[in-house]
Every structure is written in C-alpha cells, then in structure tokens.
C-alpha cells in the first residue's frame, strides 16, 4: 500500500502562484509514475501533470507554461508547482501514484481557490 497526503493549497488572487506537495509512504517502491489531478464542481476529473520515475513530464494542455511538476532525489515527494494561475484552475487536486499492475493510489485532495 502507498499513502499519499497533499498539502500547499489555498486562496489565492488571479495571477498568483502556489505550491503544491505530496508526500508518499508505505511501498514507495512500487511506484512508477506520479502525478497531479484536479476536479472542479460539476466537472470530470482531469489530469494536470505527472512525472516518470525517469523524470519524464507530461502536462494538460490548459497549464503548459504555467505549471512545472518536480519530483526529490527519493521520490518520494511531488511538487507542483503553479503560477500565472487562473479561476478556472479552481479545483480539487488530487495526488496519485500509478504502480502499474498494482493499481493507482489517491491522496484526499488539496482546495485550491483562484479568485478573479
């Protein structure tokens, strides 16, 4: 089992910046990729960021330039981080790690506000 807790959302004006976290533990060894998810009201879930247990990035469409996901030496923290950020980027966000055939693994989600 891995555990994932999220923490660095928040209210913040349009334009501004925040960082999220997320700390994994249990059988962190069994990840493969990480990442970021977001759920606004009404809307489906959607994916924001993940990054590869090589480093690789891959990013939505709506935040590229905008957002930057990072990853420690352990991997056993994510980081995004946000700026130039925009009311519809008002969600949820959610951290996961994939473990392949192990399935995938949610935190609780992070508020994050964007007032206009």
């Known amino acids: 089992q891995v555990q994932l807790v999220e923490s660095g959302g928040g209210l913040v004006p349009a334009g501004g910046s925040l960082r999220l976290s997320c700390a994994a533990s249990?059988?962190?060894?069994?990840?493969?990729?990480m990442g970021w998810y977001r759920q606004a009201p009404g809307k489906q879930r959607e994916l924001v960021a993940t990054?590869?247990?090589?480093?690789?990035?891959n990013f939505a469409d709506s935040v590229k330039g905008r957002f930057t996901i990072s990853r420690n030496n352990a991997k056993t923290t994510v980081y995004l981080e946000m700026n130039s950020l925009k009311p519809e980027d008002t969600a949820v966000y959610l951290c996961?790690?994939?473990?392949?055939?192990?399935?995938?693994?949610w935190g609780q989600g992070t508020q994050v506000t964007v007032s206009s």
């Open positions: 996961n790690a994939n473990r392949g055939w192990r399935g995938d693994s």
């Open positions: 249990g059988n962190i060894f069994s990840i493969n990729t």
């Open positions: 990054i590869s247990s090589t480093g690789t990035t």
